[in-house]
């Protein structure tokens, strides 16, 4: 169902996915298998995409409506679920928001976003600081993929999914939260 190069793509997020469950405590097959489906709908019609959404009683909101870029990741999950029979709840959201992200993301669900952004075919520019970030911490490997997208999205002057602006708010609060708790920690040894 994939292009040449979207298949080799597809492999190396998998291959990225489980070293990521590997230095994360992740399961590695969970990992491994999502990765290679997460963008199976990605090269089938935009018709065809949203043929499969709809089959799966997903009613889109209008700006999802308007942002075809999340459909692939939409049908991807159902069509797995429909068509390949896998079940793993798991497995499905992790393909199901590896374009958005969202709050209260799953282990699977930061490895496979973030294995998409490191793979080895990626070259954008910030890729070597995303591995580097990735190497330690999944937060700010994740903080600084969806800082890089909203402000892509911005500059190109396209919609930014509320999913993935609600992940950016909750990973910035966190962060918020462990910096001011990391400063107390300082103050108390000062005084
Ligand atoms: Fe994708
Ligand atoms: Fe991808």
């Known amino acids: 169902m994939l292009t040449p190069d979207r298949f080799a793509h597809s492999l190396n997020v998998a291959e990225s996915a489980v070293l990521l469950a590997e230095r994360f405590g992740g399961d590695t097959s969970k990992a491994y298998t999502a990765g290679l489906l997460h963008d199976i709908m990605k090269d089938a019609p935009k018709k065809e995409q949203l043929k499969i959404i709809e089959k799966a009683g997903i009613?889109?909101?209008?700006g999802e409506r308007h942002n075809q870029k999340v459909w692939h990741a939409m049908a991807g999950a159902a069509y797995i679920k429909a068509e390949l029979g896998i079940g793993d709840p798991e497995i499905l959201s992790a393909v199901r928001y590896h374009t958005t992200g969202r709050a209260g993301m799953s282990l699977l669900e930061k490895i496979i976003y973030i294995a998409d952004y490191i793979s080895k075919d990626r070259t954008y520019n910030g890729v070597e600081k995303m591995r580097r970030l990735a190497e330690t911490s999944l937060e700010?490997?994740?903080l600084f993929g969806q800082e890089f997208t909203i402000v892509s999205l911005i500059q190109k002057g396209r919609v930014v999914h509320p999913?993935?602006?609600?992940c950016y708010n909750e990973l910035?609060?966190?962060k918020r939260a462990n910096d001011t708790e990391g400063a107390c920690g300082e103050n108390r040894k000062n005084t």
């Open 59 to 62: 009613i889109l909101s209008l």
């Open 140 to 142: 700010d490997a994740m």
């Open 163 to 166: 999913d993935s602006v609600n």
């Open 172 to 174: 910035i609060e966190r």
